[in-house]
Nanobody, 127 residues
């Protein structure tokens, strides 16, 4: 069972950037599709981005498209979420998730389709 640990969150101002990391305990990290989700207070967890097992395919929520970039380095067992031009509405706890069985990346936008979750990292964007 893979364990995922997020890092890189923090408090920034609108327009700033952050890079989140998701590091896995599993040596065969490339067995897992990786997704990023976020959850603001009082709201449901929502899809942000996903990357296929070898990084060749990605998918983004419309709200972050053009500002966020998901990537992965399987040799380092780490996935990344580069977040540029941050907005106050990006404020949330960000979660990394893993799925062991691949499906078309465009379909992996639901919480229920992921098997493993990290503990989350807080991102706060002030105006």
């Amino acid at each position: 069972q893979v364990q995922l640990v997020e890092s890189g969150g923090g408090l920034v101002q609108a327009g700033d950037f952050l890079r989140l990391s998701c590091t896995a305990s599993e040596r065969t990290f490339s067995n897992y599709v990786v997704g990023w989700f976020r959850q603001a207070p009082g709201q449901e967890r929502e899809f942000v981005a996903a990357v296929s097992r070898f990084g060749q395919s990605t998918n983004y929520a419309d709200s972050v498209k053009g500002r966020f970039t998901i990537s992965r380095d399987n040799a380092k067992k780490t996935a990344y979420l580069q977040m540029n031009s941050l907005k106050p509405e990006d404020t949330a706890v960000y979660y990394c998730a893993g799925r062991a069985w691949a499906l078309p990346i465009a379909t992996l936008t639901e919480v229920a389709k992921y098997d493993y979750w990290g503990q989350g990292t807080q991102v706060t964007v002030s105006s």
